[in-house]
């Protein structure tokens, strides 16, 4: 366990379904990062937040939409996907700066299905 | 825009061997970090070790250390008396030295520990 807690762990969504992904953390830690992790490619950065406020979003299509409440929780909203956006998404947290214990903590992952 | 390689898709060594896995970056950026991370195949991503450019030392963690050559971009991590449990995705990964950048990710390099 790495303190980063992401739910659920497996979702079959069809693509006229809204549903959302769920992480939190009780680390302390104030920046939260979603990443995509497809087959054969290397895990793209998709959101990051710092202190609840978005601060990088890499040109992720809008039919993701990301929401973070508070420092502890992320949010990841998911509407009309399609096939191609099976992956296994994983969130992410950090004390953000620079120096010790700056070093990204990851949840286990949900692993979606688009029907 | 910051790139991370990693050359050897599968790697296979006999346990207790001596494995060193490659990893160049390309960056402008003279301020950053570098990770390798493990993905095991329960899928949880788990920090292996760190290194802060402006170290000239390498980073050692027990049986893990890097070479981490900056001239170079080079960040290769040995792994010393290998284990079965160390079979695993390895993941490079480089970060820029301020606030709450996300990770940039080569594509891994499949490490097998044959007993």
């Known amino acids: 366990e790495t303190g980063v807690t992401q739910t659920p762990r497996h979702l079959v969504m069809g693509m006229t379904n809204k549903k959302s992904l769920k992480c939190e953390q009780h680390?302390?830690?104030?920046?939260m990062y979603w990443y995509k992790q497809s087959a054969k490619k290397p895990l793209e950065l998709m959101f990051v937040y710092n202190f609840k406020e978005q601060t990088e979003n890499n040109s992720v299509p809008s039919r993701f939409s990301p929401e973070c409440p508070n420092s502890s929780h992320l949010f990841l909203h998911l509407h009309t996907l399609q096939p191609e956006d099976s992956a296994l998404y994983l969130c992410a947290s950090s004390r953000p700066g620079t120096g010790q214990d700056t070093e990204a903590f990851f949840g286990q992952g949900t692993r979606l299905t688009v029907v | 825009a910051q790139t991370v390689t990693q050359s050897q898709p599968e790697m296979s060594v006999q346990e207790a061997e001596t494995v060193t896995l490659s990893c160049t970056y390309d960056t402008s950026e003279s301020n950053y970090y570098l990770f390798w991370y493990k993905q095991p195949p329960s899928r949880q991503m788990i920090l292996v070790i760190r290194?802060?450019?402006?170290?000239?030392q390498n980073a050692t963690e027990n049986r893990f250390s890097v070479n981490f050559q900056k001239a170079a971009k080079s960040f290769s991590l040995k792994i010393s008396d290998s284990q079965l449990g160390d079979t695993a995705m390895y993941f490079c990964a480089f970060r820029s030295g301020g606030g709450a950048d996300g990770l940039t990710f080569g594509k891994g390099t499949h490490l097998i520990i044959q007993p």
């Open positions: 290194q802060e450019a402006y170290k000239q």
């Open positions: 680390l302390g830690h104030n920046a």
